[in-house]
Structure formats: structure tokens, C-alpha cells
């Protein structure tokens, strides 16, 4: 069978609303479930980033202990395990106690899965900050919290923004996984107009096409953005 590329545009230009409405789900998924799990990933990756000194009380050396025991397990299970076997156990072992729908348990599913690979993330830009920028903040006598807050994480953000980006992408195309949860995404669009014209091949490849519009779009104006605090850092580097 052939490509043809005349009914390809056929099915966009009959079924645009359609398709639209699918691409405005994706974004909302991929945007705030990429917020969301930027914001789990903080904590995680601070928690995981704390190192554990000498000068430490034996209760905080546990605690801290803990704390990394505790993210390092989170981080195993979520990205060991498919994101969509994730959203079908969740959504039917909390269904009877919190009575959640399904577009909500995409949301809840796709942050905190997202929130495992911004924990290593984060962590691996805490790691790239120089130490000597921590020990200068100890002796001005700023806390651990302080300096992370103040020094560490802004330059560790930074320093991890494309991999913090590319998860925006990945996020625009997994979120298609959450079709077994009904999510009405592009794919699940694409699928129910798959299913009434029985054109396969050019119906998925104008979901293939929009979908590599949007990675397109998203990859360009995560560049700029990266471009744009270079810039600031080579600036406050010249100005110091």
C-alpha cells in the first residue's frame, strides 16, 4: 500500500477540530505534568543531593540517610516501569478511595513520573556546581537551606536546563501512553478517526506529523530560552 498524501491532507483539513483539540490535551498534559514534576524533582533532588558530614548529629546523619534511601526507591520504581502500567495500577487502586476520574489520574500519573527523571536531573546539576561555592557560603555563615536556596539551585537549574527541556519534549510524545486511561490526547484523537475512516497509514501519518511539529516548536523555544540565560550567566560572570 502507498502513501497517499492528497487524502492525507483531506483527513487533516475534515478533521482539524479534532486534531486541534487533541494537540491542546497534549500541551496541557506535557506542560503542567513537566511543572509538576520539575517541583517533585527539586525536593527529591535536593533530599538526594545532601551530603551526609562528619559535623553531623547522629539523628540528622539518619534522617539524611533516609531521605536518600526513600528518593533513590521512588526514582527506581517510576523509571523502571512503564509510564502506562503506572497509570493503569493507580488509576484503579485509588479509584474506590479518592473516587478520582481518569483525566485527573493522567495528570497525577504523568507528574509523578516525570518527577523520577527531574530527581536525577536536578541531582546530576547539583553536582556540576563547584563545592568551592558552598564552602564560601558556609563561612559567610548561610545555612545548608540558604545555600541551596540562594546559590545552589539557580546555577544547578541552569546548568541542567536542556536535559529539563527535553523532558517537555519526551512528555509531548509519551503522553499518548495515557490513552489507556481515555485521555482524549492527539493520539486518542487520531485513533477515533482512524477508527471511522479506516485509512491508517495516512491517518497516523498526520499524527506523526503533528506530533513532530509540536517536538519542532517546543525544541526551538526551549533553545532560545537557553540562549537567553547564557547570555545572562556570561554577563553576571563578566560583571563579577
Known amino acids: 500500500m502507498s ?22 490535551i497534549t500541551l496541557l498534559y506535557a506542560i503542567i505534568g513537566t511543572l509538576a514534576g520539575f517541583l517533585i524533582g527539586l525536593i527529591l ?8 558530614n562528619e559535623s553531623d548529629s547522629t539523628f540528622t546523619k539518619v534522617l539524611k540517610k533516609a531521605g536518600h534511601l526513600i528518593t533513590a526507591f521512588y526514582v527506581w520504581v517510576f523509571r523502571g516501569t512503564p509510564m502506562m502500567v503506572q497509570a493503569l495500577f493507580f488509576y484503579y487502586f485509588l479509584k474506590n478511595i479518592i473516587g478520582w476520574n481518569m483525566a485527573v489520574a493522567g ?3 504523568i507528574s509523578i513520573n516525570t518527577g523520577a527523571y527531574m530527581a536525577e536531573i536536578i541531582r546530576s546539576g547539583l ?20 545555600t541551596l536556596i540562594s546559590i545552589i539551585f539557580p546555577q544547578a537549574i541552569r546548568n541542567a536546563f536542556p536535559s529539563i527541556g527535553n523532558q517537555l519534549i519526551v512528555n509531548i ?8 486511561l481515555s ?3 492527539l493520539f486518542f484523537q487520531s ?4 477508527g471511522s475512516n479506516l485509512l491508517m497509514i495516512e491517518t497516523y501519518f498526520v499524527a506523526a506529523i503533528l506530533y513532530l511539529i509540536l517536538t519542532t516548536v517546543a525544541t526551538f523555544v526551549l533553545n532560545q530560552i537557553e540562549k537567553r540565560l547564557n547570555l545572562q550567566s556570561s554577563y553576571h560572570d563578566y560583571c563579577a
Open 127 to 146: 553536582q556540576s556546581v563547584d563545592k568551592g561555592q558552598t564552602e564560601a557560603a558556609k563561612s559567610l555563615g548561610m545555612t545548608t537551606v540558604q
Open 191 to 194: 485513533q477515533s478517526i482512524a
Open 173 to 180: 510524545k509519551d503522553s499518548c501512553m495515557l490513552n489507556v
Open 107 to 109: 495528570m497525577f500519573i
Open 45 to 52: 533532588g535536593g533530599i538526594r543531593g545532601l551530603e551526609i
Open 3 to 24: 502513501l497517499d498524501l492528497i487524502k492525507c491532507w483531506e483527513i487533516f483539513t475534515q478533521n482539524a477540530d479534532m486534531f486541534f483539540y487533541g494537540i491542546r
Open 183 to 185: 485521555v482524549t490526547d
